[in-house]
């Protein structure tokens, strides 16, 4: 199966950015869609950014305009630049990659183990 593991996490003072990268065992051209999700303390888990499966890239609200979602399939790297970082961003992010089923229902996914991002002064 795929292993995912997520890096570039860290501390951020409000406005300063991170680019996270998240590295794949294998090839991630075989999957659907790919993107990032978080999870902050007492919320729930979140999309932040990622390619559907129709090949789109989408972005949460909270986000647009400030959160880039790129990939790499050569280098088998998903990323996401974060500026303009606020305290609302922290939150542990992980990756995943997916291959969907009928009615829109997830046949496989894969997640990362999740990099801590802390924004705060």
């Known amino acids: 199966q795929v292993q995912l593991v997520e890096s570039g996490g860290g501390l951020v003072q409000p406005g300063g950015s991170l680019r996270l990268s998240c590295a794949a065992s294998?090839?991630?051209?075989?999957?659907?869609?790919m993107g990032w999700y978080r999870q902050a303390p007492g919320r729930q888990r979140e999309m932040v950014a990622g390619m559907t499966g129709g090949g789109s890239t989408i972005y949460a609200d909270s986000v647009k305009g400030r959160f880039t979602f790129s990939r790499d399939n050569a280098k088998r790297m998903m990323y996401l630049q974060m500026n303009n970082l606020q305290p609302a961003a922290t939150a542990v992010y992980s990756c995943?990659?997916?291959?969907?089923?009928?009615?829109?229902?997830?046949?496989?996914?894969?997640w990362g183990q999740g990099t801590q991002v802390t924004v705060s002064s």
């Open positions: 294998e090839s991630i051209v075989t999957f659907n869609s």
């Open positions: 995943t990659v997916r291959i969907w089923g009928a009615y829109a229902a997830v046949r496989t996914a894969y």
